[in-house]
């Protein structure tokens, strides 16, 4: 990490980023852990004291903050690409603090619903964003191939049915702009009060499907990855397969 100059007067905020390992290993011989990347912010503030202008207090706090607004869905984050055993579980209205889990990894965050079925993760993970990019942004989800989704049980199960995730980053209060919370929250498959919706009042069905992502539909495909299918007189709603796209 970069050693901050303690300033002879005022404020100052920055960030600090620093590997688990002191020295990293190799790619070859790197575990998960040794590769882990820990971003940190601080505030060197002015504190009344005995010393008057001399006296320091320097705060540290994670630079990266997950908040769950869901009242019902547990949301499982991680780096993009790295192991899910880096993943964080963010339980419903509960917040925690967020890392890197690869530092050799592009620095994109991806999210999915920590809901099971017969023991097993039913969600893929999202397409990653970028937890720099102030604002809200629409993340797609999509069930793992062989989920059976015609089974009568199944989308009676808390989560199923979900489409869609919205994820904000925002800057953290008096953190000099440092510091960034990230919220998420599932948005109704229906598309209401969602970020997009897309509503088809046609009398015939349409697929809709992000721009530059491979999109070829046929009867014979069931392949949900191929974009969305919107009934006649249906409404959905809509996200990003590919939220952060180089270039």
């Not at 790619?27 to 882990?36: C, K, W, Y």
């Not at 990894?105 to 993760?121: A, I, K, Y």
């Amino acid at each position: 990490s970069v050693t901050p100059l303690l300033p002879k007067q005022g404020s100052l905020n920055g960030v600090i980023r620093a590997t688990n390992s002191r020295w990293p290993s190799s790619p070859s011989r790197a575990s998960s852990t040794d590769s882990a990347l820990y971003e940190l912010c601080y505030a060197i503030l002015p504190l009344d004291g005995d010393w008057g202008l001399l006296t320091r207090s320097m705060v540290v706090t994670s630079r990266f903050l997950l908040r769950n607004d869901s009242s019902s869905i547990s949301f499982e984050i991680k780096q993009t690409g790295a192991d899910d055993a880096s993943a964080v579980l963010v339980a419903p209205k509960d917040t925690a603090s967020f890392h890197w889990g690869n530092f050799r990894l592009p620095e994109l965050v991806s999210v999915r619903p920590s809901v099971e079925v017969d023991g097993r993760r039913i969600f893929k993970w999202s397409g990653g964003f970028d937890p720099l990019t102030i604002g809200p942004v629409p993340l797609r989800l999509r069930h793992v191939r062989g989920v059976p989704e015609s089974l009568p049980t199944y989308p009676q199960i808390a989560g199923f049915r979900l489409r869609t995730v919205k994820a904000e980053a925002a800057i953290r209060p008096k953190t000099g702009g440092t510091g960034i919370n990230l919220s998420f929250e599932e948005e109704d498959p229906e598309g209401h009060g969602a970020l997009f919706q897309v509503e088809n009042l046609s009398p015939f069905p349409v697929w809709v499907f992000q721009d530059g992502i491979l999109a070829n539909p046929s009867r014979f495909s069931n392949d949900e990855d191929e974009g969305d299918f919107v009934g006649p007189s249906e409404s959905i709603c809509f996200g990003l397969d590919v939220p952060f796209r180089q270039g």
